[in-house]
Nanobody, 129 residues
Framework: QVQLVESGGGLVQPGGSLRLSCAAS????????MGWFRQAPGKEREFVAA????????YYTDSVKGRFTISRDNAKNTEYLQMNSLKPEDTAVYYC??????????????????????WGQGTQVTVSS
């Protein structure tokens, strides 16, 4: 079993920045695929970004490309989401996710919430003036 804990959420003005962190603990973490999802009030959970263990290609939903950057530090069992130029429509609860590595599975795997077995409890991001 793997436990994931998000941190770094909060209230920020439009155009501002936040960095989310997701720390993993429990059973041997590596190798794991990791990603970020978000859920706004009244909406379904939405894919945001993913970074597979195997490296190479990373994945973003179109609405955050050029503004968000996902990264990971495998030695620290941690993934990050750097969010710049935040917009009110980015307001949501953000969840980190992890799953045993499925090497080079492609975007149809890494962008689906059903692909991940382990989830954090979420951290609230609110973008408002």
């Amino acid at each position: 079993q793997v436990q994931l804990v998000e941190s770094g959420g909060g209230l920020v003005q439009p155009g501002g920045s936040l960095r989310l962190s997701c720390a993993a603990s429990g059973r041997t973490f590596s190798p794991y695929d990791m990603g970020w999802f978000r859920q706004a009030p009244g909406k379904e959970r939405e894919f945001v970004a993913a970074i597979p263990w195997s490296g190479g290609r990373i994945y973003y939903t179109d609405s955050v490309k050029g503004r968000f950057t996902i990264s990971r530090d495998n030695a620290k069992n941690t993934e990050y989401l750097q969010m710049n130029s935040l917009k009110p429509e980015d307001t949501a609860v953000y969840y980190c996710a992890a799953d045993p590595a499925r090497y080079y599975a492609g975007s149809d795997y890494y962008t689906r919430g059903e692909s991940y077995d382990y989830w954090g409890q979420g951290t609230q991001v609110t973008v408002s003036s």
